[in-house]
């Protein structure tokens, strides 16, 4: 038992042992209690509950009701640097108590009246202060006293800005209406988001498995700011983040917040085997090893203009483009869908075309033919039988995807070649065919819609050549659009 409990013990029975049958003896009662009791309950408070303070304190709100106590025990304890104390018409006499047992000085603390009945009020005035004090992180609200109202509208308001929502309860003695001296406990209650985010994490989790990333990441975000004690909000968050980026083909952005997703993954699922997405690491780091293939691709280009690294990884860019239009066919945007398949059949023809040294903006036919005019023929003999075409009267250094598909053709490329010689011509009329159809969408050149039938026909084209190419450059397809293939949460 320590001193300061024994003094006050003595002090309590004293006190228990007075008179009350009147006016009078009522208010030497509690003379005695403020002067004698009460700076012995708070030494006695902040010995019993310093232990559950780990950090600074900010700022704090506190309501003040009909008893001024409370919020003495729960200032002294905290030591905040800012406080707000929200007071009523009936409670304003009260003010000078708390002040002159905290010590608090003017520039420390604001007081300001609310109707006591307004719970919006009251949390207008908490937000405001809130913002004016920049937003503190360590910030504590206590609503012990006041109305039913006034503890409604304190803890929506501390549950809206994260602060730490506590209140302090004793054994409350009935007839000397106060708790009884020393059992004065400080207690910390849940946030009901914590308690309630479980509905939010669900709606986020369906978020991103829509594919609504921003959308997720704000839930996850705001989980994160409210539910202590996890990483998995950080991670969900950070995941959330990189898919966005990585779907805008925001390389960098992606980059950046994967690694730090994978960083808190690897770390926590250490310790915590169920962590989540620690079963999905492997494929996590997969992904972030493909995205910093991509940003080589990308810097590249940007810095040296060179594009052999574009076509060394060529896999890793037709897998990245490839899965971005599989999210948009789930989504049904199938005119977005075929432009990024039309880009893939692209690049296909442009990576075959390289091989031989042909770069498709500024092409060197003399690397596929010393004399460019036997090209232009063999060109032209597979023209001559592809409806809607008109032969070329020259070779065009800038070759676009049909011509460079023709030239393929014309020189015998495995990408374009058939197990049936002169059958090439039928394969060029039918790409020519769906590219068309690609060409007159909105999208494109036209002002046409491309239906879903339409779209799988284009797919399939397209699925046939990357295939192909895959075949013939021993790509590892399955690995890397499994790779690039956005997880499920």
């Known amino acids: 038992m320590s001193d300061i409990y024994k003094k006050m013990k003595e002090k309590r029975d004293v006190w228990y042992e007075m008179e009350r049958s009147n006016n009078e003896q009522r208010m030497l009662a509690e003379e005695y209690y403020k002067t004698e009791l009460m700076p012995l309950i708070i030494d006695y408070f902040v010995q019993e509950n310093a232990n559950k303070v780990s950090e600074t304190c900010e700022a704090m709100v506190l309501t003040l009701g009909t008893s001024y106590e409370p919020l003495v025990l729960s200032i002294s304890v905290l030591k905040p640097k800012k406080v707000l104390i929200l007071y009523t018409d009936k409670s304003h006499n009260l003010l000078d108590d708390v002040i002159e047992f905290t010590k608090l000085k003017p520039s420390q603390y604001v007081a300001t009246d609310v109707d006591a009945e307004n719970p919006l009020q009251l949390y207008r005035k908490i937000k405001n202060a809130y913002e004016r004090w920049g937003r503190p992180k360590n910030i504590y609200v206590d609503f012990t006293g006041g109305t039913k109202s006034m503890a409604a509208g304190c803890a929506m308001a501390g549950s809206a800005i994260g602060a730490k929502l506590i209140y302090i309860a004793g054994n409350f003695l009935t007839d000397l209406r106060k708790p009884e001296p020393g059992s004065e406990r400080l207690y910390y209650i849940d946030d009901p988001y914590a308690v309630f985010g479980d509905l939010e994490r669900e709606q986020a989790i369906l978020l991103f498995n829509n594919m609504d990333y921003v959308s997720a990441c704000r839930i996850f975000e705001e989980l994160e700011q409210r539910v202590p004690g996890t990483k998995e909000y950080s991670a969900l968050k950070y995941i959330s983040r990189a898919y966005n980026a990585w779907d805008s083909l925001d390389i960098n952005g992606a980059a950046e917040n994967l690694s730090k997703c994978c960083e808190i993954v690897a770390t926590e699922g250490k310790v915590d085997k169920s962590f989540i997405l620690n079963s999905n ?22 810095t040296t203009k060179d594009k052999s690294e574009v076509f060394n990884n060529i896999g890793f860019l037709i897998a990245n483009l490839y899965q971005n239009a599989m999210r948009r066919e789930k989504q049904e945007k199938y005119e977005m869908a075929s432009l990024l398949l039309y880009r893939i059949l692209e690049i296909v023809e442009q990576k075959r075309l390289w091989n031989y040294g042909i770069d ?67 394969i060029i009329n039918k790409l020519r065919s769906k590219v068309d159809t690609r060409n007159n969408s909105i999208f494109a050149h ?27 450059e021993g790509i590892n397809k399955d690995e890397l659009f499994s790779i690039c293939e956005f997880i499920k949460l």
């Open 281 to 302: 690491i492997e494929k996590l780091e997969k992904q972030l090893k493909a995205i910093e293939v991509l940003k080589i691709i990308h810097c590249s280009i940007e």
């Open 360 to 426: 498709t903006s500024d092409a060197d036919f003399t690397k596929l033919c010393e004399d460019e005019n036997v090209l232009l023929e063999n060109a032209n003999k597979i023209i001559s039988k592809v409806k809607g075409l008109t032969e070329w009267k020259e070779l065009d250094k800038k070759i676009s995807l049909l011509a460079g598909y023709i030239i393929l053709a014309a020189v015998g490329d495995e990408i374009i070649k058939t197990k049936k010689p002169g059958k090439e011509t039928d």
């Open 446 to 472: 036209g002002f046409g819609f491309i239906d879903r039938e339409k779209y799988m026909e284009f797919k399939k084209v397209v699925e046939d050549f990357v295939n192909l190419l895959c075949s013939i």
